[in-house]
């Protein structure tokens, strides 16, 4: 398996711009997580789905941000507008089942740069 | 929302000692693990912990779950250039599907 796959691997965009990462989950996972990491706040959740339904949008930090998925191999997260504080590692993860003893596997991420 | 406190934020040994770090919360979690990151790549598990006691060896890497699930503890044997990198707890809340991840401590080995 290809594991997770994340596009682009690297993003530099000036504010005000629009941005949409890409992520496919490792085919027959059910869920499929979103991540921002910075040095300042580590790792953070902030979305994820559950076969293709959102569960949990409370770590989307405005209304600026949003995350679609339209299909189980097939995930979006978009900024409108973007603004240099979104700068950050964005990752996408997919795990099979939740909870207890889960296991999640992560892409390699989005390096955005909004300058 | 619980929190994961990780020690030290860095540390940076020689090959061959020996070093631990900690993963705290004043909360209990259902289950704990511990991922490891390299520099341009994602994070990738390395162990989970679900009963309190609870102690897992992975080779030169030891790992114990607290008691009262509250704290974990990583320990390396005789660190190598390969154990380089971050290295993050994350825990699950009962009835949660998402985990809670620590800020992580960098790790350096040095040759």
């Known amino acids: 398996d290809a594991g997770v796959i994340q596009s682009p691997r690297h993003e530099v965009t000036e504010m005000g711009q629009e941005v949409t990462l890409r992520c496919k989950p490792i085919s027959g996972h059910d869920y499929l997580f979103w991540y921002r990491q910075t040095m300042m706040r580590g790792l953070e959740l902030l979305i994820y789905f559950n076969n293709n339904v959102p569960i949990d949008d409370s770590g989307m930090p405005e209304d600026r941000f949003s995350a679609k998925m339209p299909n189980a191999s097939f995930s979006t997260l978009k900024i409108q507008p973007s603004e240099p504080r979104d700068s950050a590692v964005y990752f996408c993860a997919s795990s099979l089942g939740a909870g207890l003893a889960q296991t999640q596997y992560f892409g390699p991420g989005t390096r955005l740069l909004v300058l | 929302t619980q929190l994961l406190e990780q020690s030290p934020q860095f540390l940076s040994i020689q090959e061959g000692e020996n070093l631990t770090v900690y993963c705290n919360s004043s909360?209990?979690?259902?289950?704990l693990q511990w991922y490891r990151q390299e520099p341009g790549e994602g994070p990738v598990l390395l162990v989970t912990v679900v009963t309190g006691g609870e102690v897992k060896k992975l080779k030169r890497l030891t790992f114990q779950f607290g008691d009262a699930r509250k704290d974990s503890s990583l320990h390396i044997t005789a660190a190598q250039p390969g154990d380089t990198g971050l290295y993050l707890c994350a825990g699950a809340e009962g009835g949660a599907d998402g985990l809670t991840f620590g800020k992580g401590t960098h790790l350096i080995i040095q040759p």
């Open positions: 909360s209990v979690f259902s289950s």
